[in-house]
């Protein structure tokens, strides 16, 4: 499922800059669980929102419940074991037919009467409906490799949220994937507030990717605020800025995610790509050389691009390679295949490249672009 960001935007065509997070959350790097902000009542949860410095009349808490949840609640779950009863309630949920929607960051109210969303819609969704009975439950981001996927000229980086009911002896995990078990140690708890800046921080992305920047700032500035070792809306924020022309608050944001974990690759690679893009080469070096690429596909990418300037090309298409490898999904790696392999003079390496990336993306330009100047050079080759 999921998640984000939370991305990606060309700066040059051959130049990707990451935009952190999103339809879901991203990892949340340094945080230990606050188990005194778990479980917050309506009055407690403004408190602890405004402590935080943001008025909670331009936040929404996404754990509400109304009435009606309450009695659905009631209705679907009968007596017995308190699992049992959760996975009553997770079967009534998707019995209900609650469908999965990739953007689809919605309230526990908003998902209950909309009857789909992501998992964050899902988690909240459920924790809401299962405190309701008196079973106390919280959130967790799970810890595997972040996952990436295209949206536009961003590529969005996703983590997995999911609801847990700790009964210390033996955690169980709900979401989607109902028969994909989770184990303990991939778990990440959060409390209620670090769940309110999650929901608002994919507010926020979903304005990004809707070409809305301005429009973006305020819920990312919020969610930093509400948790602010959470690193998704800081990418997101410096992302915005930087669409917006302030290339100095973008670095500034960056700098200061980096102070909370200087080894995390999203920030990273919109640091560097920033510098690329500025004709800071030297810089946007120095943070590559620093970087542990790990399963990063858009730092391997910028990699790759140095070392083409460089006059590398088979360290290039090594980088590229990996990058197609660990996103499957994204059209970028391919299109630099294709287009090293072309200048190589590989046609029929290029043409496989291009076919993979189209269909992924069909309109992707710069891969359009090189399959003009494929077909082209194959023409003038003709006696």
């Not at 669980?33 to 407690?44: I, K, M, N």
């Not at 140095?306 to 990058?323: E, I, Q, S, V, W």
């Not at 291009?354 to 993306?361: D, K, P, T």
Request: proline share 5%.
């Amino acid at each position: 499922m999921t998640a984000r960001r939370r991305p990606v935007r060309v700066g040059r065509p051959e130049l990707v800059a990451a935009l952190l997070g999103l339809t879901m959350t991203l990892l949340a790097t340094g945080c230990g669980p606050r188990l005194g902000l778990v479980g917050l009542t309506e009055a407690r949860w403004r408190v602890e929102v405004r402590r935080h410095g943001v008025d909670p009349a331009t936040v929404v808490d996404p754990l509400a419940v109304t009435d009606e949840m309450r009695r659905a609640a009631e209705q679907a779950v009968g007596e017995g074991r308190t699992i049992e009863r959760l996975h009553q309630l997770q079967q009534f949920l998707f019995g209900d037919e609650f469908a999965y929607e990739p953007r689809g960051t919605y309230t526990a109210i908003e998902a209950f009467r909309r009857g789909r969303g992501n998992c964050v819609s899902f988690t909240v969704l459920f924790i809401a409906m299962s405190r309701s009975l008196g079973i106390p439950m919280r959130a967790a981001l799970l810890r595997p490799v972040l996952k990436t996927e295209q949206a536009g000229d961003l590529i969005i980086v996703n983590n997995h949220l999911v609801a847990v009911y700790e009964n210390w002896s033996d955690p169980r995990v709900f979401d989607f994937y109902l028969r994909q078990q989770w184990a303990t140690t991939d778990l990440q708890f959060v409390d209620d507030l670090w769940l309110t800046a999650i929901y608002t921080n994919n507010l926020g992305a979903a304005e990004l990717i809707a070409g809305n920047a301005a429009g973006a700032v305020a819920d990312l500035e919020a969610a930093i605020r509400l948790a602010p070792r959470f690193l998704a809306p800081y990418g997101n924020l410096g992302l915005a800025r930087r669409q917006l022309g302030d290339e100095r608050g973008a670095l500034a944001i960056y700098e200061a995610a980096l102070k909370i974990d200087p080894g995390y690759s999203p920030i990273l690679n919109n640091l560097a790509a920033l510098y690329a893009t500025t004709g800071r080469d030297r810089e946007a070096r120095d943070v590559l050389a620093g970087s542990n690429s790990g399963r990063a596909p858009y730092l391997l990418l910028l990699k790759g691009v140095f070392a083409a300037r460089d006059g590398r090309p088979a360290r290039a298409l090594r980088y590229y390679r990996r990058a197609a490898r660990d996103g499957p999904r994204l059209p970028e790696p391919l299109v630099a295949i294709a287009r090293i392999q072309l200048e190589l003079g590989r046609r029929d390496e290029a043409r496989r490249a291009l076919a993979r990336a189209l269909a992924l993306a069909p309109d992707h330009p710069e891969a359009l672009r090189l399959q003009r100047r494929l077909e082209a050079t194959a023409v003038d080759r003709v006696p």
